[in-house]
C-alpha cells in the first residue's frame, strides 16, 4: 500500500514512497510512462477503471506524480499541470465574470501579466496589494472576493506572507486562499498546513530540479474543490505529458537531498554578499538583516537557494551577470545548476517600469538561483564577477 502524509514519515521516506506503489502487474519499482492517447474499451462507454477513455482526461504516469506529490504537500488531491502559469490560471477559471481576486503585487511577471492582460479581459476583476501587511490584504477585499493569490517568499524581492493570518483574512471574506510555494518547495513550507486551500507550483523548478521539464501543479484537501479544478483541465486541456509526468516524479524523489544543499548554498552565498564591498542589498529571508527574519523563522524550515541582491545600476548587474562562469545566464530557477538573471529586463520586463520599481525590482538587481555545486567554487564565481 502506498505511504501518504497520515502515515507520518519522514520527508524524505515520503518523497520517494509518497503515492507510490509497485506497478502491479510487473513489479516495476518506477511507474512506467504510459505514452498513450487513448485506451482501448472493453465496452462502449465503459472504460477501464471508469476513467481511462482519453489520456487528456487521465492517465497513469500523471496520476502517479500526483499523489506523490499530494503527500509532499499534505494534501489530499494532486492535480498537474503543462506549465505553473496553466495551474494557476485553471483556479482563475472556477470563478465567473464578475468575480474579484487579491493578488500580491510582487508576483512572478508572467503571473501579473495573464491577471491583467488575459483573465481581466474576461470579467475578472484583479486588486494588487503588499500581502506582508494582512491589513492591506482585508482592506482589499470586497463583496465579490473569490481569491486571495499570494506567493512567499515573492520573486524576485523575497517578500514573506504570513499564510496564517492572511487564510484568516480569506476565511472571513468566504475567499479561497492560494500559495504560490515555487521558491520555498513543500520541504521548506507547507502552505496547507498553515491555513491555505490551494498550493500551487510550477513543477519546472524546485520540483523537478534538472532543468528538463516544463510543468504545474495544484495541491488541495477539499474533494469538491479537486473535482471542480480537475474539471476544469479536462475541459481546458493543460495536461502534462507522461514523459514530463515522469520526470518530475523522479526529480521529486531527490527533493530533501537537493533543497538541502540549495538551502546552505542560498545562505552561504547570501551571508558572503551581505559582507562584500559592491553589494547595496541583499534579499534573503535566512539572514538576521531581513524585515521578515522572524516570520520565516516560524513558517519555513529552510530558506532555498533563492537570492536576490542589488548592485545600485544596470551597467553594474549587467557587468555581473555576464562574467559569471557557473552562475549561467538564463530565466528560470531550481536546478541543480546555479542561474543569474536580472528581473528588470527579463522574468519582469512585461511589469511597468513604475511598479516595479516601487517594489524595489530596480535594474541594478540581479537574482540567484543558487544551484548546489561546492560552496567555494561559488562565492569565488561571485567574486570574480562582481570585480568587474
Same mark, same amino acid.
Given at each position: 500500500?502506498?505511504?501518504?502524509?497520515?502515515?507520518?514519515?519522514?520527508?524524505?521516506?515520503?518523497?520517494?514512497?509518497?503515492?507510490?506503489?509497485?506497478?502491479?502487474?510487473?513489479?516495476?519499482?518506477?511507474?512506467?510512462?504510459?505514452?498513450?492517447?487513448?485506451?482501448?474499451?472493453?465496452?462502449?462507454?465503459?472504460?477501464?477503471?471508469?476513467?481511462?477513455?482519453?489520456?487528456?482526461?487521465?492517465n497513469?504516469?500523471?496520476?502517479?506524480?500526483?499523489?506523490?506529490?499530494?503527500?509532499?504537500? $499534505?494534501g @489530499?488531491?494532486? #492535480?498537474?499541470?503543462?506549465?505553473?502559469?496553466?495551474? *494557476?490560471?485553471? &483556479?482563475? !477559471?472556477?470563478?465567473? %465574470?464578475?468575480?474579484?481576486?487579491?493578488?500580491?503585487?510582487?508576483?512572478?511577471?508572467?503571473?501579473?501579466?495573464?491577471?491583467?492582460?488575459?483573465?481581466?479581459?474576461?470579467?475578472?476583476?484583479?486588486?494588487?496589494?503588499?500581502?506582508?501587511?494582512?491589513?492591506?490584504v482585508?482592506?482589499?477585499v470586497?463583496?465579490?472576493?473569490?481569491?486571495?493569490?499570494?506567493?512567499?517568499?515573492?520573486?524576485?524581492?523575497?517578500?514573506?506572507?504570513?499564510?496564517?493570518?492572511?487564510?484568516?483574512?480569506?476565511?472571513?471574506?468566504?475567499?479561497?486562499?492560494?500559495?504560490?510555494?515555487?521558491?520555498?518547495?513543500?520541504?521548506?513550507?507547507?502552505?496547507?498546513?498553515?491555513?491555505?486551500?490551494?498550493?500551487?507550483?510550477?513543477?519546472?523548478?524546485?520540483?523537478?530540479?534538472?532543468s528538463?521539464?516544463? $510543468?504545474? @501543479?495544484?495541491? #488541495?484537501r477539499?474533494?469538491a474543490?479537486?473535482?471542480? *479544478?480537475?474539471? &476544469?483541465? !479536462?475541459?481546458?486541456? %493543460?495536461?502534462?505529458?507522461?514523459?514530463?509526468?515522469?520526470?518530475?516524479?523522479?526529480?521529486?524523489?531527490?527533493?530533501?537531498?537537493?533543497?538541502?544543499?540549495?538551502?546552505?548554498?542560498?545562505?552561504?552565498?547570501?551571508?558572503?554578499?551581505?559582507?562584500?564591498?559592491?553589494?547595496?542589498?541583499?534579499?534573503y529571508?535566512?539572514?538576521?538583516?531581513?524585515p521578515?527574519?522572524?516570520?520565516?523563522?516560524?513558517?519555513?524550515?529552510?530558506?532555498?537557494?533563492?537570492?536576490s541582491?542589488?548592485?545600485?545600476?544596470?551597467?553594474?548587474?549587467?557587468?555581473?551577470?555576464?562574467?559569471?562562469?557557473?552562475f549561467?545566464?538564463?530565466?528560470?530557477?531550481?536546478?541543480?545548476?546555479?542561474?543569474?538573471?536580472?528581473?528588470?529586463?527579463?522574468?519582469?520586463?512585461?511589469?511597468?517600469?513604475?511598479?516595479?520599481?516601487?517594489?524595489? #525590482?530596480?535594474?541594478?538587481l540581479?537574482?540567484?538561483?543558487?544551484?548546489?555545486?561546492?560552496?567555494?567554487?561559488?562565492?569565488?564565481?561571485?567574486?570574480r564577477?562582481?570585480?568587474?
Amino acid at each position: 500500500m502506498a505511504l501518504d502524509s497520515s502515515d507520518a514519515p519522514g520527508f524524505g521516506t515520503l518523497a520517494i514512497h509518497g503515492g507510490q506503489s509497485p506497478e502491479p502487474s510487473t513489479g516495476a519499482i518506477m511507474p512506467p510512462i504510459f505514452q498513450t492517447s487513448t485506451y482501448v474499451q472493453p465496452a462502449i462507454a465503459e472504460p477501464l477503471g471508469g476513467i481511462y477513455d482519453y489520456a487528456r482526461v487521465a492517465n497513469p504516469t500523471r496520476e502517479a506524480l500526483e499523489r506523490n506529490l499530494a503527500a509532499l504537500e $499534505g494534501g @489530499a488531491h494532486g #492535480v498537474a499541470f503543462a506549465s505553473g502559469l496553466a495551474a *494557476i490560471e485553471s &483556479v482563475l !477559471k472556477t470563478l465567473s %465574470a464578475g468575480d474579484h481576486v487579491v493578488s500580491e503585487e510582487n508576483t512572478y511577471g508572467g503571473t501579473t501579466r495573464m491577471f491583467t492582460r488575459v483573465l481581466a479581459r474576461l470579467g475578472i476583476d484583479f486588486s494588487f496589494v503588499d500581502s506582508r501587511d494582512p491589513e492591506a490584504v482585508a482592506a482589499a477585499v470586497r463583496p465579490e472576493t473569490r481569491l486571495i493569490h499570494v506567493e512567499t517568499p515573492t520573486n524576485p524581492m523575497m517578500r514573506l506572507c504570513d499564510i496564517g493570518a492572511v487564510s484568516e483574512v480569506a476565511r472571513d471574506a468566504g475567499a479561497l486562499l492560494m500559495v504560490d510555494n515555487t521558491f520555498a518547495s513543500p520541504y521548506n513550507q507547507r502552505p496547507l498546513e498553515l491555513g491555505a486551500d490551494i498550493t500551487v507550483h510550477s513543477a519546472t523548478k524546485y520540483l523537478n530540479g534538472h532543468s528538463d521539464i516544463i $510543468g504545474g @501543479a495544484l495541491v #488541495v484537501r477539499d474533494d469538491a474543490l479537486a473535482e471542480e *479544478i480537475r474539471f &476544469v483541465r !479536462k475541459s481546458t486541456g %493543460a495536461v502534462p505529458g507522461p514523459m514530463d509526468a515522469w520526470l518530475c516524479l523522479r526529480g521529486a524523489k531527490t527533493l530533501h537531498v537537493r533543497m538541502r544543499q540549495h538551502n546552505a548554498a542560498g545562505l552561504a552565498v547570501a551571508r558572503h554578499l551581505e559582507g562584500h564591498a559592491k553589494v547595496d542589498a541583499v534579499f534573503y529571508p535566512g539572514l538576521p538583516s531581513h524585515p521578515q527574519h522572524d516570520l520565516a523563522k516560524r513558517q519555513m524550515k529552510g530558506f532555498t537557494g533563492m537570492v536576490s541582491f542589488d548592485v545600485g545600476t544596470l551597467d553594474r548587474a549587467r557587468a555581473v551577470v555576464e562574467h559569471t562562469r557557473l552562475f549561467q545566464l538564463a530565466e528560470s530557477l531550481g536546478g541543480v545548476e546555479s542561474l543569474v538573471s536580472v528581473p528588470a529586463l527579463m522574468t519582469h520586463a512585461s511589469v511597468p517600469k513604475d511598479l516595479r520599481e516601487r517594489m524595489g #525590482v530596480t535594474d541594478g538587481l540581479v537574482r540567484l538561483s543558487v544551484g548546489i555545486e561546492e560552496i567555494d567554487d561559488l562565492l569565488a564565481d561571485l567574486d570574480r564577477a562582481l570585480e568587474r
